[in-house]
């Protein structure tokens, strides 16, 4: 098809280094290759940008979206670049707008009980920074080490401590955002409550870019429990007793803040990856960790494990053992994706529905002859099935999708939600409408609408 532009892409970019002049902007070369789609573009339309801009200053954000605005181009914001949803790759000719410069803590104050920082902090960092001056910043994803609290607060990211302190909306009590058309915006503030006017802060929480580019993030901290934490793990005949388990510990009072599960062929997978005895290869495995009430606290644990049927209850309060048996749940993707390609799904049920869930996707598997291997945080109801098949197919077999869709399906059908940690991305655009139901699904998008009427935020993401 013959299209006459108006622009040539020297024009764009020459414009674009104009309004931008203090970032860090890479044309198709390696810097550019390795972000376009978590260091896998090919040479093919998608993924191909304009331009990786790194930038340090928000007079620079503001430049790339004039930018943007005149040539009705794409910004793809991106910090961390550890999406695993298709939510910050690129876009065929657009431009990824990187915030990782704007990696400083500007402030923490225990008096406050707040921290005030740029969206490229790593998580793991701000934590470690709190915790010199006696407190922690709760929200804990996996990806911790390498994750940024601006990835975290654009897709609302959870972890293992959600079951106790929340997701990361939980703990976000103001930003500072730039919309598309270059307005900034100061939300929330650096108080615990705030009732005044419409509730942009969480608006704004899990958007995943597609409303503004956030700049700054106030942050609430919480003093370190007092005492030693315990960390255990105990094991089940199946996941649908442990899941009882889990049940009975949250209600127990004890407020544990973690409760891991693994199923029996994901310990099978980790004893042969770390050279480990832990089971029979018939047991389930709750890994469990209290960070406050100290013996009384503990004594419930075991008895609430011991009623419920547990077997080979280990606890430690040594840090180093303690470390061990948390990195059997962190080392649980490499164990079982070690030679197979896989779909890591990220659903969530109500914490009533966990057992009929994890006896679902049993027999899903069982049907289909589909490879799944079953994790997840359990205290929230937050299940990780991860479906595998053969590296020797690029591409998932028909029976993959299909036992994907009938996952996703059995999650509504219960009440719950396809998407409880890991954003929607493109992955999971199209079933906006399963989810939230027609009236809501047009609401959504007359939100959008308002903040980027010209749709150059992150399109086709988190709505399609």
């Not at 876009?91 to 406050?112: E, Q, R, V």
């Amino acid at each position: 098809m013959l299209v006459f532009y108006e622009y040539t892409k020297e024009e764009m970019l020459d414009f674009l280094k104009s309004q931008a002049p203090h970032a860090e902007i890479h044309v198709q070369d390696a810097v550019s290759q390795q972000h376009a789609a978590n260091g896998r573009a090919t040479n093919t339309m998608e993924g191909q940008l304009l331009a990786y801009v790194a930038v340090s200053d928000t007079d620079d954000i503001k430049g790339v979206l004039k930018t943007a605005r005149k040539f009705h181009l794409p910004v793809i914001p991106q910090s961390g670049d550890t999406s695993t949803v298709i939510g910050s790759d690129g876009i065929d000719g657009g431009i990824i707008l990187s915030t990782a410069k704007l990696n400083h803590i500007k402030k923490i104050s225990p008096d406050d009980g707040i921290a005030v920082v740029e969206p490229g902090v790593i998580n793991g960092d701000l934590d470690r920074a709190a915790r010199k001056q006696g407190l922690f910043y709760a929200p804990d994803p996996a990806s911790r080490p390498i994750s940024t609290i601006g990835g975290n607060v654009a897709t609302n990211a959870g972890g293992m401590s959600t079951v106790k302190y929340g997701a990361t909306k939980d703990s976000v009590l103001g930003l500072k955002v730039i919309l598309a058309d270059g307005r900034e915006l100061t939300l929330g503030g650096q108080t615990y409550k705030q009732a005044f006017g419409y509730d942009l802060t969480q608006l704004f929480v899990g958007s995943e870019g597609t409303l503004g580019i956030v700049t700054e993030i106030t942050v609430r901290l919480l003093p370190i429990p007092v005492g030693e934490p315990v960390t255990g793990i105990a094991f089940f005949k199946n996941m649908v007793e442990l899941s009882v388990a889990v049940r009975d510990l949250r209600m127990s009072g004890i407020a544990p803040v973690m409760l891991e599960a693994l199923d029996s062929k994901t310990v099978v997978a980790l004893d042969k990856f770390e050279n480990k005895h832990y089971t029979n290869g018939t047991s389930a495995m709750l890994i469990f960790k209290l960070d406050a009430g100290g013996q009384q606290s503990l004594d419930i644990a075991k008895r609430v494990l011991l009623n419920d049927n547990a077997t080979n209850i280990e606890v430690t309060t040594d840090p180093q053992k303690s470390a061990e048996l948390l990195k059997l749940r962190q080392d649980m993707l490499p164990a079982i994706f070690i030679n197979s390609n896989h779909i890591m799904e990220d659903m969530a049920v109500p914490l009533s529905k966990l057992a009929e869930m994890i006896d679902y996707i049993s027999k899903v598997g069982d049907d289909l002859d589909v490879n799944i291997y079953t994790a997840g945080h359990a205290g929230d109801g937050n299940i990780h099935p991860s479906l595998l098949w053969s590296k020797d197919e690029p591409n998932p077999p028909a029976k993959i999708i299909e036992a994907t869709r009938l996952l996703l399906k059995k999650t509504l059908a219960l009440g719950g939600t396809i998407s409880g940690e890991h954003a929607v991305g493109m992955l999971k655009n199209q079933w906006t409408n399963a989810e939230l139901g027609f009236d809501v699904d047009e609401i959504q998008h007359a939100v959008k609408h308002l903040f980027d009427p010209m749709g150059i935020l992150n399109p086709k993401r988190k709505i399609n």
